[in-house]
T-cell receptor, first 113, second 114 residues
Framework: AQSVAQPEDQVNVAEGNPLTVKCTYS??????LFWYVQYPNRGLQFLLK??????LVKGSYGFEAEFNKSQTSFHLKKPSALVSDSALYFC???????????FGAGTRLTVKP | NAGVTQTPKFRILKIGQSMTLQCTQD?????MYWYRQDPGMGLKLIYY???????DKGEVPNGYNVSRSTTEDFPLRLELAAPSQTSVYFC?????????????FGSGTRLTVV
């Protein structure tokens, strides 16, 4: 079974509107969850992580994500999208027993003026 | 603080040629990784290392080799390049421990095999 799934290849939103990029995971233990962003011709940049504690985590550039254990989800959100948020977003999960992280296939976010 | 440095940034290889992709980090990270990124496929783990002298296979190791003689360096070797190895390669590092940090990624190497 896939460890992490991003069900949407593409998300389009208008500037100023809220955005959500979806992620679901499947691990046996308590997950460590991450979001990364990739701009064209660049490496991945860390946005935020959930390890333990408050289910709502805040990260860089105004992004936040909510951990929902019952739905095994970790959706990325932003209250007001900017054109500059347009990029490729990756969700990643680590089981505490693993030596690595598993990445989703990525979701391309396009914010239109 | 340079972070994770990858060289070269671009390379074109002919089928059957060999090359080494270099990766160096200056953060004293113990874990290092090599991923390849193909369109619509996300990142696939090739090899990883949990410390100097220790390496292990990831999801797609065939056609590649690695070594980790120092904490800082983690080169990836392609011995007989094939068109299927055309991809963007990323090196990453992290410091796994009590505080599970995320990865720091290099800027990538775009490899084309013709």
């Amino acid at each position: 079974a896939q460890s992490v799934a991003q069900p949407e290849d593409q998300v389009n939103v208008a500037e100023g509107n809220p955005l959500t990029v979806k992620c679901t995971y499947s691990v046996s233990g308590n997950p460590y969850l991450f979001w990364y962003v990739q701009y064209p011709n660049r490496g991945l940049q860390f946005l935020l992580k959930y390890i333990t504690g408050d289910n709502l985590v805040k990260g860089s550039y105004g992004f936040e994500a909510e951990f929902n254990k019952s739905q095994t989800s970790f959706h990325l959100k932003k209250p007001s999208a900017l054109v500059s948020d347009s990029a490729l977003y990756f969700c990643a999960v680590r089981d505490p027993l693993w030596n690595d992280m598993r990445f989703g296939a990525g979701t391309r976010l396009t914010v239109k003026p | 603080n340079a972070g994770v440095t990858q060289t070269p940034k671009f390379r074109i290889l002919k089928i059957g040629q060999s090359m080494t992709l270099q990766c160096t980090q200056d953060m004293n990270h113990n874990y290092m990784y090599w991923y390849r990124q193909d369109p619509g496929m996300g990142l696939k783990l090739i090899y990883y290392s949990v410390g100097a002298g220790i390496t292990d296979k990831g999801e797609v190791p065939n056609g590649y080799n690695v070594s980790r003689s120092t904490t800082e360096d983690f080169p990836l070797r392609l011995e007989l390049a094939a068109p299927s190895q055309t991809s963007v390669y990323f090196c990453a590092s992290t410091l796994w421990g009590l505080l599970n940090y995320g990865y720091t990624f290099g800027s990538g190497t775009r490899l084309t095999v013709v």
